[in-house]
């Protein structure tokens, strides 16, 4: 529990705080000396941390010179037991000031906006109702005289209840501070250094979780745009089936990054937005000459069907791939995958004189029944009267792959995943193409990706076995992340998306715009869970959301899609992810989440949705890892990076995934940026590919009972 006293800055600083904690000690002795001598934690003022739910609140309302003189049935000393306002409160803003409700008629209490503080506290039976939380002095106070004044009251109060540490105090300032450090370089490198987590973790949770992300976003004089171009970095944590795990971090030492650390600036390669100060022309020719070289989305391991190894490769939206290890993090070399059986692939690098091997998927899949994995290719075509070419790719390393099936386009489209059934692959083609001339003159594919909103979408559906090809119209969507798909007959199959009306939602997620809270909280940035229904034999698609409720619960806004590998390609019911602003108001209230897809509860949602938060506590991408002995889909654990925006620190929590509460945590040694996607695997991870598809966390079966 934390206790904290709440003083305004009308009060003498250090006397009034002594007198308020002595007026406490006096009218409540027993129960202050008993918790206070238990808990060593501090007092101070506080705004946004009323979610923890083992945390007691000590409010005193600034006009008062004594918290207890005005006690009375109607307004008692302000004890509050946060459990009690935890199950229906709702946050609204108001003139700038939010306020905190949770009795059912929405009573606002003491809403002030001309005072620092103005929280009051009644009761019922002893339970309190209604508290309206702290406003930050707008322009006309001083802010920094403000905290002076908290912090040297909480810490006289705390010194006079026996209280040795006082609290941060959490400002909006604080809180946005803390959300851009996701978005904030952190250049620290490691490998190996231990974290203890707060509980003994299960003693099948053993081997590696890395993920790969942004690790720094400005290099000498240039700064990126986007934040898609972030220097690639990957952070893994091993575990030992103990309390203990080993963390490390390291760039990737692509050949972007090395000539970038060499010449002390961003060097020239093709990225997704520009830089500034802008690339010059000769530059850009030299972007587009070297072509994507920063492998900061994906990381994931492939069996090589020759040599019987794993093989790690961080990768992206494009053909190419860095080989790493999982050991230490190390950069091994570059790859350009060989092409076998394609009528036009010519030459690795380059796909021939006529075609630019290009676009490629960031989320390969398991191929269902072998030990390949499937992608897809898109090559640009060169010469006016060739049509640019679709592959689906058969992967038997990260080196060697065969074409399934080939077919010509008009445009090439832009996609980052897709789906495989039991027997088929899908690919989602939204009418959003790369303008290749645009490419040619500007050397920036974001600026060249056309959105026609007046296109239909369309589906490629391949049988992999014979490499037919069905193509079928259907509404127009756009997505980044499929979810799952599986077949409900020969000519019947489900697929599930985290969708998006357009690809504007990538437009916003510039720096500079992530970085300031009034342009972030503008756009809509809430994805929608839908589920198509494919007839192979009518042609025919039916979109529609999997939530049918005219407002959409949490849940189902969801991104970055994960569910329990072992139902790839399989009917499923559980699938877990990311909400940002998960208040419908502020990007960064940021939420964990499990939506149940197979079973509705009355009102129409799905009866297993879950939903985890903390306030300025900002979640990636969770991984699930299956218990061994499962007694259900969703029986395991879900492996969380967070970041503590007003500690300014980073740490893995572990939530059970059936329940989504906290099972345990551990800090980490330095700040984890924000970062894309995970996996989890071994260097050795035979023994887990015998069991699952896809090669899941390394995970130790417990001895029989």
Not at 20 to 35: A, R
Not at 492 to 502: A, E, G, L, Q, T
Not at 532 to 540: M, N, P, T, V, Y
Not at 623 to 633: D, I, L, M
Request: aromatic letters at 8%; a neutral charge; charged letters at 20%.
């Amino acid at each position: 529990m934390a206790v904290r006293a709440l003083h305004g800055i009308r009060w003498s600083v250090g006397p009034m705080a002594v007198c308020v904690g002595l007026l406490f000690l006096l009218s409540h002795p027993p129960h202050c000396l008993s918790l206070c001598q238990r808990q060593k934690t501090g007092l101070a003022y506080t705004d946004s941390r009323l979610s923890l739910s083992d945390e007691i609140l000590m409010f005193a309302d600034e006009n008062q010179s004594d918290i207890t003189s005005q006690a009375s049935e109607s307004s008692p000393p302000c004890w509050v037991n946060y459990e009690t306002l935890s199950e229906d409160r709702e946050d609204r803003e108001e003139n700038g000031v939010t306020a905190l409700y949770t009795d059912k008629q929405s009573r606002r209490l003491n809403l002030n906006r001309d005072n620092l503080m103005g929280t009051k506290c009644y009761s019922k039976k002893n339970h309190v109702r209604s508290v309206v939380r702290l406003a930050w002095p707008d322009s006309k106070e001083n802010p920094q005289l403000f905290t002076n004044k908290v912090e040297t009251a909480a810490a006289a109060a705390a010194a006079v209840v026996g209280i040795t540490q006082a609290d941060q105090i959490v400002t909006p300032q604080v809180q946005e501070e803390g959300y851009n450090l996701l978005f904030t370089s952190n250049p620290a490198e490691m490998v190996d250094v231990p974290i203890t987590f707060g509980k003994l973790l299960p003693s099948w949770l053993n081997g590696t979780l890395v993920r790969n992300g942004l690790g720094k976003f400005e290099n000498g004089p240039r700064k990126f745009i986007h934040a898609f171009d972030g220097f690639a970095k990957l952070a893994s944590w091993r575990f030992t089936g103990s309390q203990t795990a080993f963390f490390s971090t390291k760039f990737i030492r692509s050949d972007f990054y090395k000539d970038s650390t060499r010449y002390r600036t961003i060097a020239p390669y093709l990225l997704f937005q520009n830089v500034t100060p802008p690339f010059s022309l000769f530059e850009k020719l030299q972007c587009l000459i070297r072509g994507i070289d920063n492998m900061n989305v994906n990381i994931y391991a492939f069996k090589n069907v020759e040599t019987k190894n794993i093989e790690f490769a961080a990768l992206s939206d494009f053909w190419i791939s860095y080989k790493v290890s999982v050991l230490d993090l190390s950069t091994e070399y570059r790859v350009v995958p060989k092409l076998e059986h394609s009528q036009k692939s010519g030459l690795p690098e380059l796909g021939g004189i006529a075609f630019l091997n290009l676009l490629s998927s960031a989320h390969p899949l398991p191929e269902p029944g072998t030990e390949n994995h499937l992608t897809f290719l898109s090559s640009v075509a060169f010469i006016p009267w060739e049509d640019h070419l679709i592959k689906l790719v058969r992967m038997k390393s990260i080196q060697h792959r065969q074409v399934i099936a080939q077919w010509s386009v008009a445009r090439i489209p832009y996609m980052h995943s897709f789906s495989v059934t039991g027997s088929k692959a899908i690919l989602l083609a939204s009418p959003f193409f790369v303008n290749v001339a645009c490419m040619l003159s500007q050397g920036e594919p974001f600026a060249c990706l056309d959105w026609h909103p007046e296109l239909p979408t369309t589906l490629y559906v391949v049988d992999l076995t014979t490499g037919n090809l069905v193509t079928i119209s259907m509404d127009t969507v756009f997505t980044m992340h499929h979810v799952n798909a599986y077949d409900l007959s020969d000519t019947k199959i489900v697929m599930d998306i985290s969708s998006y009306p357009s690809p504007h939602v990538i437009a916003h997620l510039q720096l500079h715009v992530l970085k300031d809270p009034v342009a972030r909280n503008s756009f809509d940035i809430h994805a929608k869970l839908q589920r198509i229904i494919i007839d192979l034999r009518g042609r025919e698609a039916h979109l529609s959301p999997i939530d049918q409720r005219p407002v959409p619960g949490i849940a189902s806004l969801l991104d970055m899609p994960v569910i329990n590998e072992a139902f790839r390609s399989r009917r499923y019911c559980f699938v877990y992810g990311i909400v940002v602003k998960a208040d419908n108001v502020n990007a960064s209230k940021m939420a964990v989440v499990k939506k149940d897809v197979c079973h509705n509860d009355k009102d129409g949602g799905g009866a297993g949705d879950r939903i985890w938060k903390r306030p300025n506590i900002y979640p990636t991408e969770p991984w699930f890892v299956a218990n061994p002995r499962a007694a259900g889909e969703d029986d395991g654990l879900l492996l969380i990076p967070v970041l503590d925006g007003v500690k300014q620190t980073s740490s893995l929590v572990v939530l059970d995934a059936k329940t989504m509460t906290a099972v345990s945590s551990a800090n980490l040694p330095t700040v984890v940026p924000f970062s894309l996607h995970e996996f989890g695997g071994t260097e050795d991870s035979e023994p887990a590919l015998r069991s699952a598809r896809i090669l899941p966390l390394q995970v130790r079966a417990p001895p029989p009972a």
